[in-house]
């Protein structure tokens, strides 16, 4: 209550009437003009509210009891230019099925916005006027614009994204686009302010990450997504956000889009690129690098969320915590996938690419990433904790050159849960002291499986990976009735051991080649024979790379490279479709042994 905090006093059935005042420049963080706390029988009428500005409801902010805002021709009220982030003239709590009457105001921005008035079904609007389009569908916005201009071209182009925000207003029906053209967009270049309110139906499309930036300047964040669909951003640039949750993008209950978006320098407690609250993530093609949080996830902090995450750049995010590129929560809404996603550089305590926690029949999608040269002080480039009947896939993924105390590549700490990584190759990680520099545990992969899980390897390649003393590639601690399998796998120069285990069933090993030998159906002993080729130096020596020896891995697997098959996102794909050659002539017969 900026200008006035309008309450009940206790045993009075109170009636409070305001008519004909002007309401300008107050600042609150809810009600900049005028704030209704439990107040019977409001009514508000003939008022000017005009600049003011609060988090919520910069004009009014109403608590609990039906308001009276206007409610008859000729006693409407104005709102004009007020900034908030939530209901920038009007605000209610949704917290009651109380329904306000605001019919017959007259709102300078689109009233049918939800950037103007939040929540649209908790007011009624009959009669209501404003000075902007309700159908408009495309607007322009350039830092040489003006905002006193209609925004409906190029030439007569709005000069900020946040007035263009209140001039409209998208439906299903008719979705809104808002054009931005090249160049930084920031208070001190063009007087943008931040946060942006991105509302449902609504797309934000620059002309590319590399030409349209926005900018807070370490200021506020950049984007605020609450309780919105169908929004979108895309082909622009979001840096300098700064705030406690989500630097760059916050998004709560809402469902998001971003394509050709890079995120950078942005900083936040939690998500310094990206927060997700209850929401959905959809990106394509975008860049998150240099982010950083002192708490979880330093690119994407996903709490009880869905990403869908497809050809994504993750690089020199940093965190204190976990996730330094994705912190994943995720939410039986749907299924999250990252795919064809790169991790490199990245920093964190634990799970420096990726830390993922799954619940309850939750399941998460990892599919042709590469993590490479991640560095995590305590618990691997890809961390998974999972409970209850969580499903995890791992498939076509390179785990290169990362480090960390528990398993460089990847660490797994799991109850009833269910794990398969398939076609993956992991070299080159290797296990670092830690902060009280204890002796690592594993260069590879670390496993602590307990109640009821499995994990499941095939036709993967643990090579060169480092660790000292008595340590080993591959460490598995799991209980009595949880199990690990290898299968159609080559572990092979991995220092000191390939495999060891502390507890619970010896881990099953089959037509794998396996270093110094391992006891199962079809294992086999030898030098795998690697070449080098057009993606790598984990080829197998065959026919096309002249006299023989050839690699004993060939046609050495459990069935006919037809018969088995995995799930990427879109797709089923079979050994017969892939290579172990370097002329990529594809797999026939029986299956060959590794990645």
Known sequence: GGGIYATELGWLDESISIDQCTFSRNVAVSGGGLYQDNVKDLVVTRNE????????GAGISLFLHPATIGGAPGTGNSFINNQARRGADLFCRDYTSVRHDASYNYFLGCYRSEYNVTPQFDFDLTGCTSSSSNDVQEVYVSA?????????????AFRTISHATTQICGSIEHPVTINLDQGEYSATNTGESFPILLCSHVTIKGLSADSTILNAENFSRVFEVFDSQNCAIHHLTIKGGEENRGGGIYVTHGDLELRDVELSYNNANYGGGIYLDNSV????GCRLTHNTSSNYGAGIHGHYSVLRSFDCYFSENSTSEDGAGIFLRTSSAGDSVIENCWFESNYARSGAGVMASLGYYESLLVSGCTFIRNKASLKGAFYFCGHTDGFLDINECQFLDNSSYYGGGLNVLCDISHINVVNCLFAGNKGQRDFQNWNPEAGAAYLWLRE??????????????MQTNDGCAIKIEAEADSSTTFINCILWNDEPLEINWDSGAEPAVSFSLVKGGFAGEGNIQGDPLFMNGEFGSYYLRQDCDGDAPYSACIDAGSAN????????????????????RTDDQT????IDIGY
């Open 49 to 56: 509210f005009v600049e003011n500005i609060a988090q919520m």
């Open 144 to 156: 040489t614009g003006d905002d006193t201009n209609d925004g409906l071209t190029w030439d007569s």
């Open 281 to 284: 993530l959809q990106m394509t």
């Open 452 to 465: 009821r899980s499995d994990v499941n390897f095939v036709n993967c390649t643990f090579a060169n990976n």
């Open 561 to 580: 490279a037809a018969e088995l098959q995995y799930e990427t996102f879109n797709e089923t794909r079979f050994f017969n479709q892939l290579t172990t």
């Open 587 to 590: 797999d026939s017969g029986g």
